[in-house]
């Protein structure tokens, strides 16, 4: 820290601090840093040569494959929002000229914007499958911010809204094509058989009460005979601090050991998280166990340790995670609601005497009464 505050300026230092450092020894490699997967895609560098915004167009995906419709439709709102529809459709926006007028009205130009929201014909569309918030395109700079601004609507209403602009696409290149025309009615009809269809066919896939993922519990619960449990936290309150907890229990519901440390660090809530975690794991191997389960309130950081997955930043602290197993017989993930994790997080929350401090067979007087909660909550 001396050096730092003698050399940089209080935002590089605050930007240097934000970096989760790797506790292995790694070989740098290129990444390209504007697509999650880290590898570089035509569709990524195309929006950023066009000055598109790569978290919109990011979240813009995460709406499209959250959306409950076919594959082929969310395949047809991908290339609306990278801009790669089909030439014959008319609708690629490198080749869309303004000569070319709307197959409905005639009398306007055709534009994207036209063809899905513009055009009157399509507006009654909107409105009859009561979706009508979904088509406001006016208002924003490109299908992908449009398609941002979906995320407060009701799932069943961006459902609709997506099979009938999937319908919307068809019918007109069925009226420039073949000069053919559906009405109105029929075509709100078929929306309402496409939910429908897509509904049964959820259901059948996945709608198997089994298959399904049980919900995180909301209490701490003791692990199984002969295996410990660390329940692991991190803390932001104090700005350019880090505070990690991590408490050690066995099934007889035995604090075994209770830790705290504090980092000089700006890392982000996700990489504070996976720090606080790979600080529990290190507890558990310098007692020497064998067999534990790691639980945490993120969900997003078990998640991606269950599936052996990480992202950019983040993957450096996870692959530390990870290579860290190697030194049990068997770790189990398991994520607990905030309430179920309350004496690691009052422990991430705890200033120690120092960076770091440790308690063996009890925990400051401060926790006690969370510890006791958790026992009592067992009964």
Not at 161 to 168: K, N, Q, R, V
């Amino acid at each position: 820290m001396d050096i730092l505050d003698k050399y940089f300026t209080e935002r590089d230092k605050q930007c240097i601090l934000a970096i989760p450092l790797s506790e292995r020894e790694q070989n740098d490699s290129l990444i390209w840093a504007f697509s999650k997967s880290e590898e570089y895609t035509v569709s990524s560098a195309y929006l950023l040569g066009k000055g598109c915004e790569i978290d919109n167009f990011h979240q813009a995906w995460v709406e499209i494959w959250k959306a409950d419709v076919s594959p082929k439709v969310r395949h047809f709102f991908w290339r609306l929002c990278t801009n790669t529809l089909p030439v014959k459709s008319l609708l690629h926006f490198r080749h869309l000229t303004t000569d070319v007028a709307c197959p409905w009205c005639a009398t306007e130009a055709e534009t994207v914007n036209h063809a899905f929201v513009g055009c009157w014909r399509v507006r009654e569309l909107w409105d009859d499958c009561r979706c009508s918030l979904m088509a406001k395109w006016g208002e924003y700079d490109s299908f992908c911010d449009l398609v941002v601004s979906w995320k407060g609507l009701e799932p069943r209403t961006i459902q609709r809204g997506m099979f009938l602009a999937w319908c919307i696409w068809g019918e007109r290149n069925n009226k420039v094509f073949q000069n053919k025309s559906t009405p109105n009615a029929v075509l709100v009809e078929r929306v309402g058989r496409y939910v429908e269809e897509q509904g049964k066919y959820a259901a059948r896939i996945y709608g198997a009460a089994g298959l399904r993922s049980p919900p995180s519990p909301s209490r701490w619960h003791a692990p199984p005979a002969n295996i410990v449990k660390i329940n692991a936290d991190a803390s932001l309150a104090d700005e350019g601090w880090v505070g990690l907890g991590a408490v050690i229990r066995d099934h007889e519901v035995k604090l075994i050991v209770a830790a705290t440390r504090r980092h000089r660090a700006f890392w982000s809530p996700e990489i504070s998280e996976a720090k606080a975690l790979l600080f529990a794991l290190k507890l558990g191997r310098r007692y020497g166990f064998q067999e534990v389960i790691l639980e945490s309130d993120c969900k997003l950081i078990i998640e991606k340790l269950t599936k052996k997955s990480a992202a950019l930043e983040m993957d450096m602290v996870l692959g530390d995670i990870l290579a860290l197993c190697s030194n049990f017989m068997s770790v189990k993930w398991s994520h607990v609601r905030r309430d179920g994790n309350c004496v690691a997080h009052n422990l991430a929350k705890f200033v120690p005497f120092g960076f770091e401090q440790l308690w063996e067979n009890h925990v400051p007087q401060e926790i006690s009464s969370f510890v006791l909660m958790d026992s009592l909550s067992l009964d």
